[in-house]
C-alpha cells in the first residue's frame, strides 16, 4: 500500500473508545478520515455496507464495531453472531470488491486461559458465545481476504464520544462513589489495554507495510482485574476497601479465560517497539476524567 499518497481511511463504530482513539489517531493531512457512527453505518445491513463502501471509495476501513456484552451474549447469540462474525464478514467481501483492505478488532477471549500467555500463532478455543462470535469474525475476515489484518486486544479503556459508552475504570470509580468496599476478581490475569495508545500502534504497523493476518497489540505488563482496581483507585486518590474474589464468587454465569495474556510476537518479529506500562496509560486517562 503506498502511503505516499493521501489514504482514504473509513473507520466503523467511529463514536465508541477505539473508534475514538482511531480518529485521533489519522488525524493529519495524509489521511482523509471518514468516522461512521451506527447511525451512519450499520455493519449488520450488507445492502448500506455495500452503498456506503462504493460511495465513499476508502482504501482502508478499520472496524471497531462489535457486539462486547459477554454476559448478555450468552442469552442473545444471534445478535452476538450477526455483529461480531456475519457484520465482518460483509465488511470484508464489500471492502474486496472496492479494493480495499480491512483492519478488524478481536479479542483475548478466542482463548481458553489454560496457558499463561498467547501468540498469534496458538490454537484459539474460545470459552463462551462472545469469545466463539469473535472468533468466527476473524476467520471469514481472513477467508475473505489473507491480506486483511486481525488485530487481538483486551480489557479496553479510554475516552469515548460516545455518552454511553463504559469501560472497568469508569465503572470502578463509579461504584467506589456508592460503596464502601468493592469487590474484584483476582484469579483472572490479562493486559489493560489503553485504546489511544492501540490507534497509534495499529496506524504503525499499516504504514511499516506489514503482511496481513493476525496481531496482538495489548499495553505490556499482564495483571489481574484485582491489581488494575487497585492501581485505578490508587491514582485517582480514592479510598475504597478493595476485596479479591474469586470468579465464582462473583456470581458470573459466563466461563471467562483464567489467563487471556497475548504475547505481542509478531509486533516484535517486525521490531515495531510494543506498547508501554498499562499503568502509565492509565496516568493520562484519570487526567483526561478529571478535566
Known amino acids: 500500500m503506498d502511503f505516499m499518497l493521501k489514504n482514504k481511511l473509513l473507520i466503523t463504530g467511529a463514536n465508541g473508545q477505539l473508534g475514538t482513539g482511531m480518529q485521533k ?89 489454560e496457558k499463561e500467555k498467547y501468540k498469534e500463532v496458538d490454537c484459539p478455543n474460545p470459552l463462551n458465545v462472545y469469545g466463539e462470535s469473535k472468533l468466527a469474525g476473524e476467520r471469514l475476515t481472513l477467508m475473505v481476504n489473507p491480506n486483511n489484518y486481525v488485530i487481538r486486544t483486551s480489557w479496553l479503556f479510554g475516552p469515548s464520544m460516545d455518552d454511553k459508552s463504559q469501560n472497568f475504570v469508569m465503572t470502578l470509580l463509579s461504584r467506589a462513589k456508592e460503596n464502601f468496599e468493592i469487590r474484584v476478581v483476582n484469579d483472572q490475569r490479562g493486559c489493560p489495554t489503553y485504546a489511544p495508545d492501540l490507534a497509534m500502534k495499529i496506524r504503525e504497523l499499516l504504514e511499516k507495510g506489514a503482511s496481513g493476518g493476525i496481531y496482538h497489540i495489548t499495553s505490556s505488563s499482564p495483571c489481574a482485574w484485582y491489581d488494575f482496581a487497585k492501581k485505578i483507585l490508587e491514582l485517582a486518590g480514592v479510598s475504597v476497601k478493595v476485596t479479591p474474589i474469586t470468579t465464582e464468587e462473583s456470581g458470573t454465569k459466563v466461563r471467562r479465560p483464567r489467563s487471556s495474556v497475548l504475547e505481542n510476537k509478531k509486533l516484535e518479529d517486525l521490531n515495531i517497539p510494543v506498547l508501554r506500562h498499562w499503568s502509565e496509560a492509565l496516568t493520562d486517562y484519570l487526567k483526561i476524567i478529571n478535566n
Request: charged share 20%; hydrophobic share 40%; with cysteine.
Open 25 to 113: 489517531a489519522f488525524l493529519d493531512s495524509n489521511y482523509e478520515v471518514i468516522p461512521l457512527g451506527k447511525t451512519d453505518l450499520d455493519i449488520t445491513n450488507r445492502g448500506q455496507i455495500k452503498q456506503v463502501l462504493a460511495n465513499r471509495q476508502p482504501q482502508i476501513i478499520i472496524n471497531c464495531a462489535a457486539y462486547n456484552k459477554v454476559e448478555m451474549a450468552e442469552e442473545d447469540a444471534a445478535e452476538a453472531f450477526t455483529q461480531n462474525t456475519l457484520g465482518p464478514y460483509w465488511l470484508a467481501k464489500e471492502a474486496r470488491s472496492v479494493g480495499a483492505i480491512l483492519v478488524h478488532v478481536s479479542t483475548d477471549y478466542v482463548f481458553d486461559g
